[in-house]
């Protein structure tokens, strides 16, 4: 092997990964002017209007929530309290699989009743039938939201297949089917995205907090429009900015975009969430070891296999500290029977799948500058960012390479604007859109 070869190989992959300052001004740039609109025709951004807008933090009442969005589902009993507290008193999660696996219901064999009549099935499993519960739905996907409680899917994402949903209301597909099970006792009351839900959770506690984001399976972010053009309100607006396609990509985005269910869509979410950053890792370590750069003797499997890095292996070996990346050893070992591996090629591993998670960390920071821009050009206010996901809760370095590419853009200024964690938001969140849309 020609150590300097590789070197450069790893060295060629970092600039063309890797944002410089100017790259993330010019995103920024982009994407604050897709906000405006300024794009017009070519515009990638949604902006959904949800019709709401932050909580007063007063909010109080028992709920049922529904949080889907990923390939789990989980059900929760949520009591506010107020001024920022609640309880989460009950809480179930379920694969969208049937219990022996081989049924699927986000594939296309499956279709809009048995999906959501699946769900109202366990919903049976969790409720009384003298008791009422007011619903908060938490759906965490493209829609056109016509009021608080009622959403039409614009199109799937997230690989999502399941025919029959896309143009339809979901709100209408839950009633079916929760009546179908007898479940008249169970009243859908409010419909939100993901984002919304982790910025009102975060805003129930804290005003500042004005930009909700989800880094996990999927990407998107939300934030609150002072003054929303047909109300001349504040508004928070789903911006569905995993959509936004001005961003620097490389041959192997190409490739994974090509490869997806819905090519030239989602291009921002193909290059940053969880859901894909594992494909990434290994087109590029595929491309690597296909021009003999690495494993020249044993190949490993995941080269002919698509999707067969996911992001929880790309977190195991981040978090790889020992001297002699022991356990990118075992995972090459268990995994992909590769008994002998050096230490130059387990490295090469780790800064592959390091560039990988650095570029979706700048490339999601850009997107915040740019959102930063449109709602406080000066930055004269403090702004929260409230995020809700597995990167970024348990990606190694994920959230502070986030906070210093903010750091680095916004300097002595950089105080002002605070990441915060909001875990679980998207479901909590669900409860209080139902306790705003009730008191309406
Ligand atoms: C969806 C968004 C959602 C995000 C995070 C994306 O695929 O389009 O609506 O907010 O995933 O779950």
Redesign the pocket.
């Known amino acids: 092997m020609n150590r300097g070869t590789l070197h450069e190989q790893l060295k060629n992959l970092e600039m063309i990964f890797l944002l410089s300052k100017t790259d993330l001004s010019d995103l920024a740039m982009k994407f604050h002017e897709e906000m405006k609109g300024e794009a017009s025709r070519n515009n990638s951004l949604k902006m959904l209007p949800t019709y709401l807008s932050a909580p007063t933090g007063h909010e109080t009442g028992s709920f049922l929530t529904i949080d889907f969005?990923?390939t789990n589902i989980r059900l929760q009993f949520v009591v506010l309290l107020g001024e920022g507290h609640y309880e989460i008193i009950k809480s179930c999660s379920f694969p969208l699989k049937s219990p022996s696996g081989l049924y699927d219901y986000t594939s296309k064999g499956s279709s809009a009743e048995d999906l959501f009549y699946f769900i109202a099935a366990h919903i049976a499993e969790m409720v009384e039938a003298e008791n009422i519960y007011p619903l908060g739905h938490t759906?965490?996907?493209?829609?056109k939201q016509l009021e608080t409680n009622r959403a039409i899917l614009i199109?799937w994402?997230?690989e999502f297949k399941t025919s029959g949903v896309e143009g339809h209301e979901i709100t209408g597909l839950l009633e079916k089917a929760l009546a179908q099970k007898d479940l008249q006792n169970v009243k859908p009351v409010a419909i939100i995205?993901?984002?919304t839900g982790t910025l009102l959770a975060a805003s129930y506690a804290s005003p500042s907090a004005d930009i909700g984001s989800?880094c996990?399976?999927?990407?998107?972010?939300?934030y609150i429009e002072p003054e929303e053009p047909s109300t001349g309100r504040p508004m928070i607006i789903?911006l569905?900015s995993?959509?936004f396609n001005k961003i620097p990509s490389t041959p192997y985005d190409h490739c994974l975009d090509q490869a997806s269910e819905r090519p030239g869509e989602?291009i921002l979410?193909k290059a940053v969430?969880g859901?894909y950053i594992g494909e990434i890792v290994r087109l590029v370590t595929s491309d690597l070891i296909q021009q003999k750069f690495l494993f020249i003797d044993n190949v490993p499997g995941f080269v002919d296999i698509p999707n067969s890095i996911k992001a929880e292996d790309v977190t195991d070996i981040l978090e790889d500290n020992t001297l002699s990346l022991s356990r990118i050893s075992d995972w090459l070992k268990f995994n992909w029977e590769i008994d002998h591996s050096s230490l130059e090629e387990r490295c090469a591993l780790k800064t592959i799948a390091s560039l990988v998670t650095m570029r979706s960390a700048q490339l999601i920071a850009g997107t915040y500058i740019g959102i930063l821009h449109h709602i406080d050009p000066l930055l004269l206010s403090e702004h929260v960012i409230a995020v809700d996901?597995a990167l970024f809760e348990k990606m190694p370095h994920y959230a502070n390479r986030i906070q210093t590419t903010l750091d680095e853009i916004y300097l002595d200024n950089s105080n002002k604007v605070t990441l915060r964690f909001t875990k679980d938001g998207?479901g909590i969140g669900a409860a209080i859109a139902a306790a705003i849309c009730i008191s309406k």
């Open positions: 969005g990923g759906f965490s996907f493209p829609c199109n994402s997230k995205n993901d984002t989800i996990g399976t999927g990407h998107n972010t939300c789903n569905e995993g959509n989602q979410e969430s859901r996901g998207s």
